[in-house]
């Protein structure tokens, strides 16, 4: 059986999430397996289906630069996304794809991991659903079961306005925006990064094509939209830009800010109160070990000038009770450091708490 290929072109920021929600809806028996190349042709905020908005972004940020934000179906974070950015959505049949998520993504993510290639970026997987280069991501993917069909989707990053990026996140703080940019600039990559001439992008789609092929062992056809999918598309265009789609989900935890950047680099907020004090802290892990800290809020820490030198020293520590509480002993007795009211076991809570709010962000 051959698979559609719809190469939609430049759209709409509403289209390039629309068509793919409206050909999963309008899917039939008889509707052909399609994969969807969109670019959109301006900037716009996309949160995932689970997300609080008002959370999520910076509401007046977006207004004030006129960049609209749109809620998808599929699940995963907040996401930046224009014109240097080509989409991918693949809109299948629940039974041609594998039931496992893992299997799922590494099918999906093998043609595209192969035309990074074809360009000379060694792309590998990183599960559960990224693709990476070194330890850079330069794949985001996602997935959801959206009306009769199974659909995925992800991208191809020709190149990505990190400090945009990082505006558009409503966070804690200044410390924190920073920390995001920060991160991007480390642990995301792109061709423009990559490579000292960038590809042209219609050559990328034609290898990707022709990787898809090979991937899915069948022949891809170009094709057009049915007048029902144009018809559900046009409904969605209308439900998706309503205040009740957009602020639909609203969560009632406090647990402080969590940003992934990509599947084992996470960057996150928490704040710890003991009786008389507030500690808090702004933590990036790279798997399970500390890879920047930094500490604020109201707390007495003697000698001032050797709390940064205790964030240096956190930093590639394993987050682990026993790790954590041998290293902050250990510092103390060197440099003799007071903190009233506050015990080696309260820094320790502290900083584990990331770990429980990571956790908690895949409930």
Known sequence: MSIRLIDAGKVSYLHSQT???????????????????????????????????EKEVDLHYCEENNIPVIRRETGGGTVYLDDQQLFLQWIFQPKRLPLKHDQ?????????????????????????????????????????????????????LFDFDCEKMAKVLNVPDENFRRKIYQSL??????????LKMMPDKTKVAEVYFEKCAEALGAEIVRGDFTES???????????FV???????YKTTNSRGRLVKI?????????????KDSLI?????LKGNRIDDISFSGDFDFQPASKLRSLEKVLAQVELKPESLREMLAAFFELHQVETRGIAIE??????LMIKENKELSFL
């Open 185 to 194: 600039q480390k642990y995301l990559t792109t061709f423009q990064r990559e």
């Open 280 to 284: 808090r802290t702004t933590i990036r």
């Open 104 to 156: 799922k993504f590494r099918l999906f993510n093998q043609p595209l991991m192969e035309t990074y290639k074809f360009f000379g970026i060694n792309a590998h997987f990183h599960p559960p659903n990224d693709v990476c280069v070194r330890e850079k991501k330069i794949v985001g993917t996602g997935a959801a079961a959206i009306g009769n069909a199974e659909v995925v989707t992800g991208n191809f």
């Open 262 to 274: 990509h599947a084992k680099v996470w960057l996150g907020e928490t704040v710890f109160k003991t």
């Open 242 to 248: 309503t205040k009740e789609w957009l602020y639909d």
């Open 229 to 239: 999918e144009l018809r559900m598309m046009e409904k969605l265009d209308k439900k």
């Open 346 to 351: 309260d820094w320790v809570a502290a900083i």
């Open 19 to 53: 068509i793919y929600h409206a050909l999963a809806y309008a899917k039939t028996s008889g509707t052909p397996d399609t994969i969807v190349l969109t670019t959109p042709q301006e900037p716009y905020v996309c949160i995932g289906f689970h997300r609080d908005l």
